[in-house]
T-cell receptor
Framework: TQLLEQSPQFLSIQEGENLTVYCNSS?????LQWYRQEPGEGPVLLVT?????EVKKLKRLTFQFGDARKDSSLHITAAQPGDTGLYLC?????????????FGQGTTLQVKP | ETGVTQSPTHLIKTRGQQVTLRCSSQ?????VSWYQQALGQGPQFIFQ???????GRGNFPPRFSGLQFPNYSSELNVNALELDDSALYLC?????????????FGQGTRLTVV
C-alpha cells in the first residue's frame, strides 16, 4: 500500500517567518499535488508536479518534486495569516494515471499576526 | 467557489440508519470522486464514477455505494451506519478520470453518527 507521510503535522509560526512542509513516500508517484483546505471547505488545488526534480513557484510558495519522484516539499516565504490552513499532498497510487488520489494526513499551519 | 455543491452541509443520523449524500458537479464534468475525511486526517478515496459507471474503488465495504446521473449530479449512499462513519464526506468533480484532470472539491457534508 502506498502511503504519503507529511511532516510536521502541526506548525505554528509568526507572520513573516519561512517554513517548509515535507511529503515523503517509499514508493514512486507519477505526479504529486498540493492542496490547501480551510475550515468548512473542501481542498483547493495549489499545484501539480509531474517531472522528477521539478520546481514550481506560486507567489510566495515554492513546490519541489524529488528527483526520484518519492517526495515533495512546499516552502512558504514570509508567511502571512492568510496562509493559515491545512496543507495536503496527494498523488495517484501505482505507476498509472488514475483519478484515485492517496492523501497525506496533512499539515496544519497557523500563522499568527 | 469551485462550482461543486454538496447537500446537506451537516447531518446527524443514528447507528444502523441509512443516509444519502448529494453532489452537484460542475457542468460538463463527467467524473466524480467521493472521499471520506476523518477529523485531523487527509481524505480517503471511496470510489470514482466516470460517465455513470464506477471507475475504481477504495478500501470501503459494499455498504458504501454510489450513483452518477446524466445531469452532472451524484449520490453517495451508506447503509447500516456505524459510529466510525462519522466524518466529512467530500465529492470532487473533474473533466476526466485521470489524476492530471484537476479535481474541484465541494465544501463537504459533515456526517455525525450517534
Amino acid at each position: 500500500t502506498q502511503l504519503l507521510e507529511q511532516s510536521p503535522q502541526f506548525l505554528s509560526i509568526q507572520e513573516g517567518e519561512n517554513l517548509t512542509v515535507y511529503c515523503n513516500s517509499s514508493s514512486v508517484f507519477s505526479s504529486l499535488q498540493w492542496y490547501r483546505q480551510e475550515p468548512g471547505e473542501g481542498p483547493v488545488l495549489l499545484v501539480t508536479v509531474v517531472t522528477g526534480g521539478e520546481v514550481k513557484k506560486l507567489k510566495r510558495l515554492t513546490f519541489q518534486f524529488g528527483d526520484a519522484r518519492k517526495d515533495s516539499s512546499l516552502h512558504i516565504t514570509a508567511a502571512q495569516p492568510g496562509d493559515t490552513g491545512l496543507y495536503l499532498c496527494a498523488g495517484p497510487p501505482g505507476s498509472g494515471n488514475t483519478g484515485k488520489l492517496i492523501f497525506g494526513q496533512g499539515t496544519t499551519l497557523q500563522v499568527k499576526p | 467557489e469551485t462550482g461543486v455543491t454538496q447537500s446537506p452541509t451537516h447531518l446527524i443520523k443514528t447507528r444502523g440508519q441509512q443516509v444519502t449524500l448529494r453532489c452537484s458537479s460542475q457542468s460538463g464534468h463527467n467524473t466524480v470522486s467521493w472521499y471520506q475525511q476523518a477529523l485531523g486526517q487527509g481524505p480517503q478515496f471511496i470510489f470514482q464514477y466516470y460517465r455513470e459507471e464506477e471507475n475504481g474503488r477504495g478500501n470501503f465495504p459494499p455498504r458504501f455505494s454510489g450513483l452518477q446521473f446524466p445531469n452532472y449530479s451524484s449520490e453517495l449512499n451508506v447503509n447500516a451506519l456505524e459510529l466510525d462513519d462519522s466524518a466529512l464526506y467530500l465529492c470532487a468533480s473533474s473533466l476526466g478520470p485521470g489524476a492530471l484532470a484537476e479535481a474541484f472539491f465541494g465544501q463537504g457534508t459533515r456526517l455525525t453518527v450517534v
